[in-house]
Every structure is written in C-alpha cells, then in structure tokens.
C-alpha cells in the first residue's frame, strides 16, 4: 500500500474518531497539535487503526511513535510484511 492509500485511511479514521474534518494530516503532526488527542483518544486510535488495517503494534512500537509520519511509516512496514 502506497503512503498516500495510508494517509487518506488515516485522515478518515481521525476525522470520525475526534469528529473535526479540519484535521489535515501530515508526516510531522504530533498529538500535541490536536485539541482532542488525549491518551484516552490514543488508544480509540490505535484500536481503529489496527482494525482498519488488520495490523498489530507492539507496546514499543508505540512508544516510539511521535508524528503521524512514524505512525503511517510503521503502517506501511507492517503491510509489507504481510505482502500487502
């Protein structure tokens, strides 16, 4: 899956999971950057993701998980391993 495939699905799953369309992703956004993205909202986000895209993170994985570019990088590595 390309990059841009892995934001477009990102950019739905935050619009529906902080209900603000105004969330404009990009490799450098950080929770901080987002009214809403509180730890509670971390994880409603980490569980959509993994059900969207039929991955798994590791605990360490998430802590070294600082911008959404880490995010959707990790997401693309997780799909190429399973040939996806």
């Known amino acids: ?3 841009h495939d892995i934001y477009a699905q990102l950019t739905t799953i935050f619009h529906d999971l ?3 369309d105004s969330i404009v992703l990009n490799p450098g956004l ?3 950057e987002v009214p809403e ?3 509670f909202n971390h994880i409603n986000l ?3 993701i993994e059900s969207r895209f ?3 993170f590791q605990t360490a994985e998430l802590e070294s998980m600082h911008t959404v570019g ?3 990088d990790l997401i693309q590595s997780k799909l190429a391993a399973q040939g996806r």
Request: charged fraction near 20%; charge should be negative.
């Open 1 to 3: 899956m390309q990059q």
């Open 18 to 20: 902080f209900d603000d």
């Open 30 to 32: 950080t929770a901080a």
């Open 37 to 39: 993205w509180d730890s």
């Open 46 to 48: 980490i569980v959509a």
């Open 54 to 56: 039929g991955i798994k």
């Open 70 to 72: 880490h995010l959707a």
